[in-house]
């Protein structure tokens, strides 16, 4: 019964570990499936002051500086720069503006979004989301959101007028439709070729965002500080700008570790339990042993050994079971995302089992291991 009681105690930790991992995989995928890992662009501008005139009071009341739509300096260099890290896995420069979209009577405000295809493939991958349409940008080929889309009555071939308000508009073709499953995106982001936005855009031969991913997307914060430091720019990190999601995850990953802690007490108490009570059952025989040789270590070892035993079968029976559940997760649950068992995660439990029960049972083992052998004999 202690058996199956660790096994349950091991099902419900590697159970709950592989659909808490899983479900925090898949929200990070969906969340970083439509942004860059981090994002550099130009420091914020700010009002320039002159210092106050020797024993004056300088009293300053101002409004922070409007931020105009600029270019990042020396881009070619700073991406150039970027591509040498290795800790980057993708560099894309982007230019990205307001502008509005028009067809008929219909005009929505959208964000024009020039991209070099090939990098920005290697960011967020297009190709992927489209539903309709090829992945063609350039040569007044652009690609448009499903929402909007459906907001301007509009589908692959159809023209739309880009207008970014400052004398600058165009007229161009839907070459695809792409749904990123982000309404806000789906309803605003135009893709076009990135020499067409710089030109609407009024930015000739400049961008204001270069793109990065990296191959630990958890220390992105610590690769965009690096990443600052080396340019000299602004770089925000996915982790900074989805700081409610880390919140979340964060929580939830605590949530797993003390239902862990306490399962892996209860299953302790289990065993200490049952063996304290087969050191009093077996109290006579304790003494025989003891009476023809057998030592305290020897016997210290015989209750150690059982409490181990206790948990690595518990463990084994319960790998087995966890791996039951997510299957069945898998093909008859709700199929919102897919549970995979870390073979790791199965090994730590085996580990966290076994040590458990020895743990358990060293209180037992001493108290065996102390009993002198005639008293223990004489006990009925």
Do not use: C
């Amino acid at each position: 019964m202690i058996t199956v009681g660790v096994a349950v105690g091991v099902a419900v930790i590697v159970f709950v570990s592989s659909l808490v991992q899983g479900l925090q995989s898949n929200i990070i995928q969906r969340t970083l499936g439509t942004q860059a890992h981090i994002r550099v662009l130009s420091p914020d501008q700010v009002n320039q002051t002159l210092p106050p005139k020797a024993g004056t009071l300088q009293l300053l009341l101002e409004d922070k500086r409007a931020q105009r739509l600029r270019s990042i300096n020396n881009w070619q260099e700073v991406m150039a720069t970027l591509d040498q890290l290795p800790v980057l896995t993708a560099v894309s420069p982007v230019v990205s503006g307001p502008a509005f979209a028009q067809r008929g009577d219909a005009l929505e405000s959208v964000a024009l979004v020039g991209i070099n295809v090939e990098r920005y493939q290697k960011i967020i991958p297009l190709k992927n989301y489209l539903i309709s349409g090829q992945l063609r940008v350039g040569a007044d080929n652009v690609l448009i959101g499903s929402q909007l889309a459906d907001d301007l009555g509009v589908q692959v071939g159809s023209k739309l007028r880009l207008d970014t308000g400052q004398q600058n508009s165009t007229v161009v073709n839907v070459a695809g439709i792409f749904e990123l499953g982000v309404r806000e995106l789906d309803a605003r982001y135009v893709y076009l070729d990135l020499k067409q936005a710089q030109s609407l855009l009024n930015l000739p031969g400049g961008v204001t965002v270069i793109d990065l991913t990296v191959t630990d997307i958890f220390k992105a914060d610590e690769i965009a500080a690096q990443v600052g430091r080396l340019t000299s720019l602004k770089a925000d990190s996915w982790i900074k700008t989805n700081s409610q999601l880390m919140n979340a995850i964060s929580a939830q990953s605590l949530s797993t570790n003390m239902i862990i802690v306490f399962v892996a007490i209860s299953v302790a108490f289990g065993i200490a339990s049952v063996l304290s009570v087969s050191v009093v059952q077996r109290t006579r025989e304790i003494g025989i042993l003891r009476a023809t040789g057998a030592t305290q270590q020897q016997i210290l070892r015989i209750f150690l050994f059982q409490g181990a035993m206790f948990g690595l079968m518990g463990s084994v029976m319960g790998s087995a079971v966890s791996y039951a559940l997510v299957w069945a997760f898998n093909h008859f649950g709700p199929g919102l995302f897919y549970i995979p068992v870390p073979i790791n995660l199965v090994l730590l439990a085996l580990l966290l089992a076994t040590l458990t029960g020895t743990l358990a049972a060293a209180v037992p083992a001493r108290r065996a291991a102390a009993l002198d052998p005639v008293e223990a004999i004489r006990h009925v």
